[in-house]
C-alpha cells in the first residue's frame, strides 16, 4: 500500500499534453479577459461602497461561502445546490493537488495519501452527478416558476453532468488498461465497479485507445466550463463570493445616509444612472445565481405586485450588460414603489445581494424628481408640516393618554425610561389602545417612566423608507437635539421601526440609546414576577411577528415569552414565524399607499393566521395591528378572529389575575 499510486499523463503523449495545457491557458485567459470586463463595469461607479476589512471579509467568507449558511433548509433546491457545490470545490481542489504533486518539486501523490484521495474524489464525484441530476429532474418536472429556465441552463447542467461521467469513464478505463490489483483498486471504487461489471473482456489497446478519447472530452469540457462560465449563472461561483465578502457592513435594518457632497456630485438624490450605484452594488449584480429564492419569499411578488426582486436584479444585470443607461427605463415606478422593504429577500440571498438598497436608492430618485404621488407624498408633506404622517397637530400627541396618570418629561424628570410612543399609537385611534395598555402595565410593574408628549415628533422612519432621505434626516437630527436635551439614554418602544430606527440609524447620526421594544421589557417584568401573563382561556392563539422586530432585529422570543406562548397547550404557530416571518404590508410606507383589496398582502397573512384554528392573533407593531385587523376582516373566517397587541392581551391578563 505504500508504493500505491497512478500514473497522471501515462496515456497523453507529450505533444499532446502540450495542445490540452495550450487549450486551458486559453480558456482560462478568455474567463480572465471577460471578468476583467465586467470588473469595468463595476468600476464606471464613482464610489466603492464597501471598506476593506479582511477579518471581516474572511468570516464572511466562511459562514457562507464556505458553510453555505443561507442555503441550508429543507429543499430539493438546497439539497441540489450542497451536493454540487461540495463535488464541485472537492473535486477543483483535488485536480489542483494533483497538478501541484505531478509538475511542482514533490511528488507526493502515494501511499495512503493517495488511497485516501482517491476514495475523496469519487465519493465526491458521486455527489456531483447526484446535484447535476437531481438539477435536471427539478427543472424539467418540478419546473418552479421563480428559477427561471433558460437555455444556458440546460447547457451548463449538461456540462456539469458530462465532466462528472467522463471524469469516472477516464478512471475506469485507465484502472482496466493499467491493471489495478485490489486492494488499491478499492479505494478507486466507482472506477474498479465500473471496471468490474462493464469493463470486463475488453482488451487493453482498446481499452487505452477509448481511455484517450474520453480523456479529451473531458478535457475539452472543462475548458468550455471555464470559458463559458460569466454568460451564464456559474458565474457565481466566482461573483458570489466576492458579493459576500465585500458587501457593506451595516445593519439590515439600516439604509446608507447620503450626503449633500453625493448630491452635489450627481446632481441628484438617488440612483438614476447605473453608474450612480455604489461598485459594491454593481458587483452585486453579477453575484446573482437566478436561485429564486428571494421571489419566493417577497410579500409583493406573492399579492400580484408588480415587484419581483430577482427581477430587479436581473433586470439591472442586462441594463449593466450593455453599458449602463437610465435605471427608471428598466424599472418601472410602480415596481419600485410596490417594496415593502420588509427583507425577506435580503435574508433569503445566499449571495448576500441587498435589494432593499437598491430599490430605496432608486426611490430616492423618484421623490427627488417628484415621482410620488396621492397619499404617500401627502403624508411626506405631513412629517414636514406636522411633524407626523397622520396630518394631525402635534399638541394632540398625548390625546391618547385621556383618563390615565401618564408621567411626562417635566412630571417626571428623573425616569428611568423613555416610553417612545411613536406616530401609530399615538394619532390612529385602534394603535392608541396599545400606548394606553402599555401604561397601563408598566405602572403596575413600577417601572420608571416618561413620555415626551409634544415634543415627541415622527423618527423619519416612513421618510426615509419611501425615500426623502433628507427629511428622515432633519427628524433625526431634531429628535436627537430633543433626546440630548432630556437626558434620554433609555427608549422603550411598542413600535418595531421607531425600535430599529432608534437601534441601528440614529447611530448614524450621532444618537445611542440602549433601546428595547415593548416586548422585551415586558417579557423582563413577567420573567421578574412584577407582572403575570397566566392564560386561563382555552381558545387558540398563534402570533404575528412584526419584520423589523424578528427578522432585521432578531427578536422573537420575547413576544411569545410575553403571551405564554410555550406554556400555552392552546398556543399555535404559523408556518412563516420568527425571522421567517411574512410581511403585513405596511412596511416601506406602503401603509399609505392605496391598493386593492385583492392586491393586500394582509389578506395573505390573515388566511395563515386563520389556517392554524386560532381565535386570537396577536401582534407586537401597531401598523401589523392595523393592517391584520384589515386583513381578517376580508378573509373567510377572519371575522371570528380578534387581532390585539401582546400589551393588550397582557393587560387583559392582568384583569383576569386581579379579579380572581
Ligand atoms: S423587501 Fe420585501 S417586499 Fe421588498 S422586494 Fe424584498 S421581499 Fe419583496
Ligand atoms: S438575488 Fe439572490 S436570492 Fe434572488 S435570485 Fe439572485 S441569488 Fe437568488
Same mark, same amino acid.
Given at each position: 500500500?505504500?508504493?500505491?499510486?497512478?500514473?497522471?499523463?501515462?496515456?497523453?503523449?507529450?505533444?499532446?499534453?502540450?495542445?490540452?495545457?495550450?487549450?486551458?491557458? &486559453?480558456?482560462?485567459?478568455?474567463?480572465?479577459?471577460?471578468?476583467?470586463?465586467?470588473?469595468?463595469? %463595476?468600476?464606471?461607479? *464613482?464610489?466603492?461602497?464597501?471598506?476593506?476589512? %479582511?477579518?471581516?471579509?474572511?468570516?464572511?467568507?466562511?459562514?457562507?461561502?464556505?458553510?453555505?449558511? *443561507?442555503?441550508?433548509?429543507?429543499?430539493?433546491?438546497?439539497?441540489?445546490?450542497?451536493?454540487?457545490?461540495?463535488?464541485?470545490?472537492?473535486?477543483?481542489?483535488?485536480?489542483?493537488?494533483?497538478?501541484?504533486?505531478?509538475?511542482?518539486?514533490?511528488?507526493?501523490?502515494?501511499?495512503?495519501?493517495?488511497?485516501?484521495?482517491?476514495?475523496?474524489?469519487?465519493?465526491?464525484?458521486? &455527489?456531483?452527478?447526484?446535484?447535476?441530476?437531481?438539477?435536471?429532474?427539478?427543472?424539467?418536472?418540478?419546473?418552479?416558476?421563480?428559477?427561471?429556465?433558460? %437555455?444556458?441552463?440546460?447547457?451548463?447542467?449538461?456540462?456539469?453532468?458530462?465532466?462528472?461521467?467522463?471524469?469516472?469513464?477516464?478512471?475506469?478505463?485507465?484502472?482496466?488498461?493499467?491493471?489495478?490489483?485490489?486492494?488499491?483498486?478499492?479505494?478507486?471504487?466507482?472506477?474498479?465497479?465500473?471496471?468490474?461489471?462493464?469493463?470486463?473482456?475488453?482488451?487493453?489497446?482498446?481499452?487505452?485507445?477509448?481511455?484517450?478519447?474520453?480523456?479529451?472530452?473531458?478535457?475539452?469540457?472543462?475548458?468550455?466550463?471555464?470559458?463559458?462560465?460569466?454568460?451564464?449563472?456559474?458565474?457565481?461561483?466566482?461573483?458570489?463570493?466576492?458579493?459576500?465578502?465585500?458587501?457593506?457592513?451595516?445593519?439590515?435594518?439600516?439604509?446608507?445616509?447620503?450626503?449633500?457632497?453625493?448630491?452635489?456630485?450627481?446632481?441628484?438624490?438617488?440612483?438614476?444612472?447605473?453608474?450612480?450605484?455604489?461598485?459594491?452594488?454593481?458587483?452585486?449584480?453579477?453575484?446573482?445565481?437566478?436561485?429564486?429564492?428571494?421571489?419566493?419569499?417577497?410579500?409583493?411578488?406573492?399579492?400580484?405586485?408588480?415587484?419581483?426582486?430577482?427581477?430587479?436584479?436581473?433586470?439591472?444585470?442586462?441594463?449593466?450588460?450593455?453599458?449602463?443607461?437610465?435605471?427608471?427605463?428598466?424599472?418601472?415606478?410602480?415596481?419600485?414603489?410596490?417594496?415593502?422593504?420588509?427583507?425577506?429577500?435580503?435574508?433569503?440571498?445566499?449571495?448576500?445581494?441587498?435589494?432593499?438598497?437598491?430599490?430605496?436608492?432608486?426611490?430616492?430618485?423618484?421623490?427627488?424628481?417628484?415621482?410620488?404621488?396621492?397619499?404617500?407624498?401627502?403624508?411626506?408633506?405631513?412629517?414636514?408640516?406636522?411633524?407626523?404622517?397622520?396630518?394631525?397637530?402635534?399638541?394632540?400627541?398625548?390625546?391618547?393618554?385621556?383618563?390615565?396618570?401618564?408621567?411626562?418629561?417635566?412630571?417626571?424628570?428623573?425616569?428611568?425610561?423613555?416610553?417612545?410612543?411613536?406616530?401609530?399609537?399615538?394619532?390612529?385611534?385602534?394603535?392608541?389602545?396599545? &400606548?394606553?395598555?402599555?401604561?397601563?402595565?408598566?405602572?403596575?410593574?413600577?417601572?420608571?417612566?416618561?413620555?415626551?408628549?409634544?415634543?415627541?415628533?415622527?423618527?423619519?422612519?416612513?421618510?426615509?423608507?419611501?425615500?426623502?432621505?433628507?427629511?428622515?434626516?432633519?427628524?433625526?437630527?431634531?429628535?436627537?437635539?430633543?433626546?440630548?436635551?432630556?437626558?434620554?439614554?433609555?427608549?422603550?418602544?411598542?413600535?418595531?421601526?421607531?425600535?430599529?430606527?432608534?437601534?441601528?440609524?440614529?447611530?448614524?447620526?450621532?444618537?445611542?440609546?440602549?433601546?428595547?421594544?415593548?416586548?422585551?421589557?415586558?417579557?423582563?417584568?413577567?420573567?421578574?414576577?412584577?407582572?403575570?401573563?397566566?392564560?386561563?382561556?382555552?381558545?387558540?392563539?398563534?402570533?404575528?411577528?412584526?419584520?423589523?422586530?424578528?427578522?432585521?432585529?432578531?427578536?422573537?422570543?420575547?413576544?411569545?415569552?410575553?403571551?405564554?406562548?410555550?406554556?400555552?397547550?392552546?398556543?399555535?404557530?404559523?408556518?412563516?414565524?420568527?425571522?421567517?416571518?411574512?410581511?403585513?404590508?405596511?412596511?416601506?410606507?406602503?401603509?399609505?399607499?392605496?391598493?386593492?383589496?385583492?392586491?393586500?398582502?394582509?389578506?395573505?397573512?390573515?388566511?395563515?393566521?386563520?389556517?392554524?384554528?386560532?381565535?386570537?392573533?396577536?401582534?407586537?407593531?401597531?401598523?401589523?395591528?392595523?393592517?391584520?385587523?384589515?386583513?381578517?376582516?376580508?378573509?373567510?373566517?377572519?371575522?371570528?378572529?380578534?387581532?390585539?397587541?401582546?400589551?393588550?392581551?397582557?393587560?387583559?391578563?392582568?384583569?383576569?389575575?386581579?379579579?380572581?
Amino acid at each position: 500500500m505504500d508504493n500505491a499510486t497512478r500514473e497522471v499523463f501515462g496515456n497523453i503523449a507529450p505533444s499532446m499534453q502540450l495542445v490540452f495545457f495550450a487549450m486551458i491557458l &486559453a480558456s482560462f485567459a478568455w474567463l480572465a479577459w471577460q471578468l476583467e470586463q465586467h470588473r469595468r463595469q %463595476w468600476r464606471k461607479a *464613482r464610489r466603492p461602497g464597501f471598506t476593506r476589512d %479582511w477579518r471581516v471579509w474572511l468570516e464572511r467568507l466562511a459562514i457562507y461561502a464556505a458553510a453555505q449558511k *443561507r442555503v441550508h433548509k429543507k429543499s430539493l433546491g438546497a439539497l441540489l445546490h450542497l451536493l454540487l457545490f461540495s463535488g464541485f470545490v472537492v473535486l477543483t481542489i483535488g485536480t489542483t493537488l494533483l497538478a501541484i504533486a505531478h509538475d511542482g518539486p514533490y511528488d507526493f501523490h502515494h501511499g495512503w495519501y493517495y488511497l485516501i484521495y482517491e476514495l475523496t474524489m469519487d465519493v465526491f464525484g458521486v &455527489a456531483f452527478i447526484l446535484g447535476c441530476l437531481l438539477a435536471i429532474y427539478r427543472r424539467a418536472f418540478r419546473k418552479p416558476r421563480s428559477l427561471g429556465h433558460n %437555455w444556458s441552463d440546460w447547457w451548463l447542467l449538461s456540462v456539469l453532468l458530462s465532466l462528472g461521467v467522463t471524469g469516472f469513464a477516464v478512471e475506469a478505463f485507465r484502472m482496466h488498461y493499467t491493471q489495478v490489483p485490489p486492494p488499491v483498486a478499492h479505494w478507486s471504487i466507482v472506477g474498479w465497479l465500473l471496471d468490474r461489471t462493464l469493463l470486463q473482456g475488453l482488451d487493453v489497446p482498446t481499452a487505452q485507445s477509448i481511455h484517450l478519447a474520453v480523456w479529451w472530452v473531458h478535457a475539452i469540457l472543462v475548458g468550455l466550463l471555464f470559458a463559458t462560465l460569466p454568460v451564464n449563472r456559474f458565474l457565481h461561483i466566482i461573483t458570489g463570493p466576492l458579493n459576500i465578502a465585500t458587501r457593506p457592513d451595516r445593519a439590515m435594518g439600516a439604509l446608507a445616509p447620503l450626503t449633500i457632497e453625493e448630491v452635489e456630485e450627481t446632481g441628484r438624490t438617488g440612483v438614476a444612472e447605473l453608474h450612480d450605484f455604489t461598485q459594491s452594488q454593481l458587483l452585486s449584480l453579477d453575484a446573482c445565481m437566478e436561485c429564486g429564492r428571494c421571489e419566493d419569499a417577497c410579500p409583493a411578488t406573492a399579492s400580484g405586485k408588480p415587484l419581483s426582486p430577482k427581477a430587479v436584479v436581473i433586470d439591472l444585470q442586462r441594463l449593466m450588460s450593455l453599458g449602463g443607461g437610465n435605471v427608471h427605463q428598466t424599472i418601472q415606478d410602480e415596481t419600485l414603489w410596490a417594496c415593502t422593504m420588509c427583507q425577506a429577500c435580503v435574508q433569503e440571498c445566499p449571495v448576500l445581494i441587498g435589494h432593499v438598497d437598491l430599490i430605496d436608492d432608486m426611490r430616492r430618485d423618484l421623490v427627488g424628481e417628484g415621482r410620488l404621488a396621492g397619499p404617500p407624498a401627502r403624508a411626506l408633506q405631513q412629517i414636514g408640516n406636522q411633524s407626523n404622517p397622520y396630518g394631525r397637530p402635534n399638541a394632540e400627541r398625548l390625546a391618547w393618554a385621556e383618563g390615565l396618570d401618564v408621567p411626562t418629561v417635566d412630571s417626571n424628570p428623573e425616569f428611568e425610561y423613555l416610553f417612545w410612543v411613536g406616530c401609530a399609537a399615538s394619532f390612529d385611534p385602534r394603535a392608541q389602545k396599545i &400606548a394606553r395598555s402599555t401604561v397601563e402595565l408598566l405602572t403596575k410593574a413600577g417601572v420608571s417612566f416618561a413620555v415626551l408628549g409634544r415634543e415627541e415628533t415622527c423618527t423619519g422612519d416612513p421618510a426615509r423608507r419611501i425615500g426623502d432621505e433628507f427629511l428622515f434626516q432633519e427628524r433625526a437630527q431634531a429628535n436627537i437635539e430633543t433626546l440630548k436635551r432630556r437626558k434620554v439614554s433609555k427608549i422603550v418602544t411598542p413600535c418595531p421601526h421607531c425600535y430599529n430606527t432608534f437601534r441601528n440609524e440614529y447611530p448614524q447620526f450621532g444618537g445611542h440609546y440602549e433601546v428595547r421594544h415593548h416586548s422585551t421589557l415586558l417579557a423582563e417584568l413577567i420573567a421578574q414576577k412584577r407582572l403575570t401573563n397566566q392564560h386561563k382561556s382555552d381558545d387558540p392563539i398563534t402570533l404575528h411577528d412584526p419584520c423589523y422586530l424578528a427578522r432585521v432585529n432578531g427578536e422573537s422570543a420575547a413576544p411569545r415569552e410575553v403571551i405564554g406562548a410555550t406554556r400555552d397547550k392552546h398556543y399555535r404557530e404559523m408556518p412563516r414565524c420568527g425571522k421567517k416571518t411574512f410581511c403585513c404590508g405596511a412596511g416601506g410606507g406602503r401603509m399609505w399607499f392605496e391598493e386593492a383589496p385583492e392586491e393586500r398582502v394582509s389578506r395573505l397573512r390573515a388566511a395563515e393566521a386563520v389556517a392554524t384554528g386560532a381565535k386570537t392573533l396577536a401582534t407586537a407593531c401597531p401598523f401589523c395591528l392595523n393592517m391584520m385587523s384589515d386583513g381578517m376582516a376580508g378573509t373567510p373566517g377572519g371575522e371570528q378572529t380578534r387581532v390585539l397587541d401582546i400589551a393588550e392581551l397582557l393587560l387583559e391578563r392582568q384583569s383576569r389575575e386581579l379579579e380572581r
